[in-house]
């Protein structure tokens, strides 16, 4: 059974950088029929895809919010990771990393339990 | 705003069919791209329910199943349960905007 699970600070001060990990376990990171994303659901409101990443390190960014944003991969740890720079409080919400089934539109099959960043002083 | 467009909710009793809509236009829904649906229920990270307009993952029940036409799709959930209360999510691809997009969500209450 594949499992996803999020890691790092859950408060982060405003114009910081937000960085979250996602270690992935009961299988492979490195196949090719999946990529690996990060989206986030603010209290109360819906979800938005931040972006994604392919095992070659090959990626891509949610237009509105991809010149703060950068993901990447390794591989040989399971993990893959989220950075979001120059926070505000509009970024406060749970983050969740998801597995992406590489087959016509990707969907998301496999997600973590989530974790909540604030983002205050 | 989403740019797939959901009712912020849905109601129904136990026993009968609801359907929650997803509407999108010529460059996602329109464009012929997939449309997946998520359950998410209150506290908890959102499941798979449909993939690929249509088909369920091992597990889902037959009560659930989603179509699609022209710029929308739908998805349908009969014989409600108490257990269904959740927020269901549509999702596709936008060729805009170059990746996937999400529908607002829609709130189902079991009366």
């Known amino acids: 059974q594949v499992q996803l699970q999020e890691s790092g600070p859950g408060l982060v001060k405003p114009s910081q950088t937000l960085s979250l990990t996602c270690t992935v376990s009961?299988?492979?990171?490195?196949?090719?029929?999946?990529?690996w994303s990060w989206i986030r659901q603010p209290a109360g409101k819906g979800l938005e895809w931040i972006g994604r990443?392919?095992?070659?390190?090959?990626?891509n960014y949610n237009p509105s919010l991809k010149s703060r944003v950068s993901i990447s991969i390794d591989t040989s740890k399971y993990q893959f990771s989220l950075k979001l720079t120059s926070v505000t409080a509009a970024d406060t919400a749970v983050y969740y990393c998801?597995?992406?089934?590489?087959?016509?539109?990707?969907?998301?099959?496999?997600w973590g339990q989530g974790t909540l960043v604030t983002v205050s002083s | 705003q989403s740019v797939l467009t959901q009712p912020p909710s849905v109601s129904g009793a136990p026993g009968q069919r609801v359907t929650i809509s997803c509407t999108g236009s010529?460059?996602?829904?329109?464009?012929?791209?997939?449309v997946h649906w998520y359950q998410q229920l209150p506290g908890t990270a959102p499941k798979l329910l449909i993939y690929?307009?249509?088909n369920r993952p091992s597990g889902v029940p037959d009560r659930f199943s989603g179509s699609k036409s022209a710029t929308s799709a739908s998805l349908a959930i009969s014989g409600l349960q108490a257990e269904d209360e959740a927020d269901y999510y549509c999702?596709?691809?936008?060729?805009?905007?170059?990746?996937?997009?999400f529908g607002g969500g829609t709130k189902l209450t079991v009366l």
């Open positions: 010529s460059s996602n829904i329109g464009a012929g791209y997939d």
């Open positions: 999702q596709s691809y936008d060729s805009s905007l170059g990746g996937s997009v």
């Open positions: 009961g299988g492979s990171i490195s196949s090719g029929s999946y990529y």
């Open positions: 690929v307009d249509s």
């Open positions: 998801a597995r992406g089934v590489v087959r016509g539109v990707v969907y998301f099959d496999y």
């Open positions: 990443i392919y095992t070659s390190g090959s990626t």
